[in-house]
């Protein structure tokens, strides 16, 4: 199960090899764990979120090419979730 992404409780991951399944990415937090199906952005299934809390957290992005997690400030393509891709890292200045 290749993670993502990990934003606060929140885990990011997809299993590689799921036969007849559409591309999905799960997202856990503690024991709660929504399914979402990448083409088209749809939820799939959803083990303890309640309806309010997926509703709320997150939102289709980019006209349809991506999902936005408001809550942890992140924004995750469909095309980068698919290759498995990580998100760039910001530039942190150094100190001198």
């Known amino acids: 199960m290749p993670t993502v992404l990990r934003s606060g409780p929140y885990r990011f991951y997809f299993y590689s090899h799921e036969p007849d399944e559409p591309p999905h990415i799960h997202i856990d937090r503690d024991d709660l764990s929504p399914r979402f199906w990448l083409d088209p952005i749809q939820l799939a299934t ?3 979120f309640r ?4 509703r709320r957290n997150w939102k289709i992005a980019g006209g349809g090419y991506g999902i936005h997690w408001p809550e942890v400030d992140e924004d995750l393509s469909t095309e980068g979730l698919l290759r498995g891709a990580r998100a760039p890292r910001a530039h942190t200045p150094s100190k001198t």
């Open 46 to 48: 959803n083990l303890g």
């Open 51 to 54: 309806a309010h809390e997926l």
